[in-house]
């Protein structure tokens, strides 16, 4: 494949143009053609990929094998879920404690989520812009899930003003064009004092200066924003959200995976090996007992957030 178009932008939280060049790379997870920079706001510190591929291209940069879209063997995802079982905020831990009604999962992958959602009582919804990923959410969770991108999905008229009490985008915000107006757009969907929970990369975490490049967070050029938990606060309240809860997942896969990225340029022989190595359940069992440690100390690489939409907004 050759290299594809790409495209400069502007901050789409402050507008600012002016922006420094931090570090530039290329995508180590499928090796698809491109040279990407990562620019940090002189006025807002927001970080963007820049240049970026063009919407018109991007899809490429997804191909079939791009694991969220997988639907994992039955026996590999008891043990993941065993592995990862509160890496993400479960209702339990919400702030405050929500009782189920109507939920929106924006990048819904293969259904998971959705179908343990829909176990405990909620009725759910799913945005997906993956073809073969949500027909299968469909399959999995017997949901209704709309086959947009999520800027599109966000207007659909099926999707009403205020008639959700809850919406989860985990490990997605950081893949929009323009968060910022998905945000918002999103918001308006929520009913008063509705709740969104995410997830995103923690680009302020000490991984992202250590491994520079090879920080598995990065994951250019499909993560087009790197959010700090100062920035991202700044986009939630712009969106008219109210942060109610940050915390650090307790995993430290992320960081295992940066050092395999390392081995592989230093032995590229092996490389298959290292990749194999490093995404095996016990591998990750040992990313997720490390992060029992240094998820409540702040020093793992990604952030759950829980907000609340302000009132009246």
Not at 12 to 34: K, M, S, V
Request: hydrophobic share 40%; net charge positive.
């Amino acid at each position: 494949m050759d290299s594809l178009p790409v495209e400069h932008t502007t901050c789409p939280l402050c507008h600012n143009a002016p922006a420094e060049l931090l570090l530039t790379g290329f995508d180590r997870l499928h090796g698809l053609p491109g040279t990407f920079g990562i620019v940090q706001c002189s006025r807002c510190q927001l970080m963007r990929t820049d240049p970026r591929p063009v919407p018109g291209a991007m899809h490429h940069y997804y191909p079939s094998d791009y694991g969220p879209h997988q639907a994992r063997p039955p026996r590999r995802r008891r043990a993941l879920q065993r592995i990862n079982s509160g890496a993400l905020s479960s209702l339990a831990t919400a702030v405050p404690p929500l009782q189920p009604g109507r939920m929106l999962e924006v990048g819904c992958g293969s259904g998971g989520h959705l179908a343990d959602m829909a176990n405990q009582g909620w009725q759910v919804v799913g945005i997906e812009p993956s073809a073969v990923a949500a027909q299968r959410a469909r399959d999995v969770s017997g949901a209704h899930v709309l086959n947009q991108s999520v800027d599109t999905a966000v207007d659909n008229a099926e999707l009403l003003p205020g008639s959700f009490q809850l919406i989860c985008a985990w490990m997605v915000l950081e893949h929009l064009y323009n968060p910022v107006a998905t945000l918002r757009r999103l918001a308006g969907l929520l009913s008063e004092g509705g709740c969104v929970a995410l997830s995103v990369p923690d680009a302020g975490a000490w991984e992202f200066r250590r491994f520079g490049n090879y920080w598995l967070g990065m994951e250019l050029p499909r993560h087009l924003f790197h959010f700090t938990r100062q920035t991202l606060t700044r986009v939630l309240e712009d969106a008219g959200l109210s942060p109610m809860k940050v915390q650090h997942q307790r995993t430290s896969w992320d960081a295992l995976a940066s050092l395999a990225y390392v081995m592989e340029d230093r032995y590229p022989a092996r490389a298959r090996t290292f990749r194999r190595v490093v995404h095996s359940v016990p591998i990750r069992a040992v990313g997720r007992a490390v992060g029992l440690l240094a998820g409540p100390l702040g020093k793992t690489s990604r952030l759950t957030v829980w907000a609340r939409k302000a009132p009246g907004a």
